[in-house]
């Protein structure tokens, strides 16, 4: 059965630094594309960062040069520094078996249940 199970979450100060981490099980990620989505309080998920089969990495604007997006064997992380009030939300870990997905939404097929992320001023 395949599995998504986000970690790392909680409450960090503006400017403080958290690593999320995504336990895969049931498939081997090394074709595919895993990506890290944020759902903001009232806005809709967007993308943030993924990383590609070949390591290739991308984000988002609101992220670039704070984040860093890796993989290794079942696991995906992220490094979040420099973290602003406005990346509260929760984050999810999202898995594209087709490895075209980028940063939009519709082309990940599997989800985990997301972790939490309060940044307080």
């Known amino acids: 059965q395949l599995q998504l199970v986000e970690s790392g979450g909680g409450l960090v100060q503006s400017g403080g630094s958290l690593r999320l981490s995504c336990a895969t099980s049931g498939f081997r990620l090394d074709h595919w594309t895993m990506a890290w989505f944020r759902r903001a309080p009232g806005k809709e998920r967007e993308g943030i960062s993924c990383v590609d089969s070949d390591g290739s990495t991308h984000y988002s604007d609101s992220v670039k040069g704070r984040f860093a997006i890796s993989r290794d064997q079942n696991m995906v992380y992220l490094e979040m520094s420099s973290l602003k009030p406005e990346g509260t939300g929760v984050y999810y870990c999202?898995?594209?078996?087709?490895?075209?997905?980028?940063?939009?939404?519709?082309?990940?097929?599997?989800w985990g249940q997301g972790t939490q992320v309060t940044v307080s001023s």
């Open positions: 999202a898995a594209d078996p087709a490895g075209e997905g980028g940063l939009g939404l519709y082309a990940y097929e599997y």
